[in-house]
């Protein structure tokens, strides 16, 4: 089942939201999502994350770093985990854009449903005007298919 993808935006603030549904049970998802080098598998390769600090860290006030990797310019976003329980993540992030990355797994009968919701607030108008321009559409597009990847790294790993 491909993911679902909703969008919403306002003057200051936007989100994309995504949900697929995983085989497997929740815990092993949550895994995938916190673990950094199954997320690195996931991830879109131009992602790099890594710890602020000495060490990776997914608990509440684990700070870490997303970095864009591209040729000119390498934008950073420091992010924090701002909410944190078993099955839900949400780190909160800083740089050109400020917002939340949430991921919570809800069980379900068959396995998991993966909620994925990034909001954001781009406060420079130069590179709110440029990522509606450029960027928006490409965003999303990532995010589907970023789920397929996580999908099938989770049902990788109990196989």
Known sequence: MPPSLKSLSTDRSQFFEQTVIIRVPASVVEHCIVDRE????WLNPVLRCEPVGDRWDTSLGGKSRFVIQTPLWQPTLISTVVEREPGLIVWGFEGFFRGRDRWECVPTKGGTQLINRFEFVIPNPLVAFGFQTFAARWTQADMQ??????KQVAERLTV
């Open 38 to 41: 199954l997320m690195h598998r």
């Open 145 to 150: 298919a970023q789920l397929q990847r996580l």
